[in-house]
């Protein structure tokens, strides 16, 4: 019982942190967050904030699909409290701690350690690889030129930009033929599955880059593909680099660079600021409906309780004899 009371006592303070980060992250940029929601319609704001909800939403269903233990197969509604409630760690400085709380939970789920590090592993290289596929894919089909010249001086023929689409599917797809068979041990190739995560791993990221561009204000039609792609590569690239909380920083110095041809790079910085409120907002939404369900629905048993049960099984041959 007073393990639980101590369990209890750092869940609270790891998410009164998470909030005081958070806070004093978005005061620092509180001028520009006031001038830009004065400009933009309301409307916007909301269904970017939907969208946003929406690509979580399959995160938690690609977290769950991760889980290939036999003896425990987790509920939609018991992977949400998880995923939601936990992937607020990575708002402290340090940016690891989302991980640590989420193997924590599947270890409090009999999760053995090697199934453990086998579905921690597989959902992140599905989110990185994933983010980095439909990011470039959208890029080559948008084929940015000016991109390519400006950072790295090369000049691309045509038919190589006509074929680059078709070689990042390709390759998209046996990578995740490749994880299946090297961290689930698969002897057969399953269609379904591979149809199922590709069609999940899209809405994610065609909802979260459809967020960011409700708010790049101003932004035309023709350069629907290229802010898709260039948010959900800077997003790979701020994920990638744990070390900073979320990604901030990060993040926006690649939206910056991708597109400083399109825009100011004042203004730029400006939407990037938004729409991580807006994400964060979402995130912290969720966080708190995943704590109450968890608390509702998914109480952590008491210690004794437990103990009472392995006695009981040690204890129920004597009782026969």
């Known amino acids: 019982?007073?393990?639980?009371?101590?369990?209890?006592?750092?869940?609270?303070?790891?998410?009164?942190?998470?909030v005081v980060f958070i806070g004093y992250y978005f005061y620092k940029h509180l001028p520009e967050e006031i001038e830009y929601f004065k400009a933009i319609a309301i409307s916007r704001v909301?269904?970017?904030?939907?969208?946003?909800?929406?690509?979580?939403?399959?995160?938690?269903?690609?977290?769950?699909?991760?889980?290939?233990?036999?003896?425990?197969r987790p509920s939609y509604l018991r992977m949400f409290t998880i995923v939601t409630v936990t992937q607020l760690g990575k708002y402290i400085p340090g940016s690891i701690w989302h991980f640590a709380a989420r193997i924590s939970s599947y270890k409090e789920n009999s999760l053995s350690n090697k199934k453990t590090a086998k579905a921690m592993l597989l959902e992140n290289a599905w989110l990185v690889g994933s983010a980095l596929?439909?990011?470039?894919?959208?890029?080559t089909i948008e084929r940015p030129e000016d991109l390519l010249t400006k950072y790295l001086g090369i000049t691309l023929p045509a038919a190589l930009w006509a074929i680059l689409p078709?070689?990042?599917?390709?390759?998209?797809l046996v990578g995740l033929v490749v994880l299946d068979k090297f961290l689930l041990d698969k002897k057969t190739f399953s269609l379904s599955r591979l149809v199922r995560l590709v069609l999940i791993q899209v809405a994610i990221w065609g909802a979260l880059g459809s967020s960011f561009y409700l708010i790049f204000q101003g932004?035309?039609?023709?350069?629907?593909?290229?802010?898709?792609?260039?948010y959900v590569v800077s997003w790979m690239v701020g994920y990638v680099f744990i070390?900073?909380?979320?990604?901030?920083?990060?993040?926006?110095?690649?939206?910056?660079?991708?597109?400083?041809?399109?825009?100011?790079?004042?203004?730029?910085?400006?939407?990037?600021?938004?729409?991580?409120?807006?994400?964060t907002v979402v995130e912290v939404l969720l966080g708190l409906i995943g704590f109450?369900?968890?608390?509702?629905?998914?109480?952590?048993?008491?210690?004794?309780?437990t103990d009472e049960k392995q006695s009981g099984n040690l204890e129920s041959p004597a009782k026969d004899l």
């Open 1 to 18: 019982m007073k393990n639980n009371k101590i369990i209890n006592a750092l869940k609270w303070l790891w998410l009164i942190a998470v």
């Open 46 to 72: 909301l269904l970017a904030a939907l969208l946003i909800a929406i690509a979580k939403m399959f995160v938690v269903e690609m977290a769950r699909f991760s889980i290939t233990n036999d003896k425990w």
């Open 133 to 139: 596929a439909f990011g470039l894919l959208l890029l």
């Open 166 to 172: 078709f070689v990042v599917i390709v390759l998209w």
């Open 219 to 230: 932004a035309m039609l023709q350069h629907f593909l290229l802010i898709l792609g260039g």
């Open 243 to 279: 070390f900073a909380p979320s990604g901030i920083g990060v993040r926006e110095a690649v939206l910056v660079a991708l597109f400083s041809t399109i825009v100011p790079t004042q203004q730029i910085a400006a939407y990037s600021i938004v729409h991580r409120l807006i994400y």
């Open 292 to 305: 109450i369900l968890q608390r509702r629905f998914f109480p952590a048993e008491p210690a004794s309780s």
